[in-house]
């Protein structure tokens, strides 16, 4: 049986956290952003919960543009 070194246990949870980043971003961004279209605010927070990795990085490419244009 192989274990793994600390480095190898780093490496691994950079691989597995390094992606939830612009998800938990984008959570913040949008519990923070004031809008008079609360509508998009929530499909902006239905997509990000609801498809993690991807949506938090639509969210940081599409939606803060999005949200500004309404505030």
Same mark, same amino acid.
């Given at each position: 049986?192989?274990?793994?070194?600390?480095?190898?246990? @780093?490496?691994? !949870?950079? !691989? %597995?956290?390094? *992606?939830?980043? *612009?998800?938990?971003? @984008? !959570?913040?961004?949008? @519990?923070?952003?004031?809008?008079?279209? !609360? #509508? %998009?605010?929530?499909?902006?927070? @239905?997509?990000?919960?609801?498809? *993690?990795?991807?949506?938090?990085?639509? #969210?940081?490419?599409?939606?803060? /543009?999005?949200?500004?244009? /309404?505030?």
């Amino acid at each position: 049986m192989h274990s793994l070194s600390s480095s190898q246990w @780093a490496l691994l !949870i950079i !691989i %597995l956290f390094l *992606p939830m980043v *612009p998800t938990f971003w @984008a !959570i913040i961004d949008v @519990a923070k952003r004031e809008t008079s279209a !609360i #509508y %998009l605010k929530f499909f902006w927070f @239905a997509l990000v919960v609801l498809i *993690p990795c991807i949506g938090g990085i639509f #969210y940081l490419l599409l939606g803060r /543009r999005s949200l500004a244009k /309404r505030a």
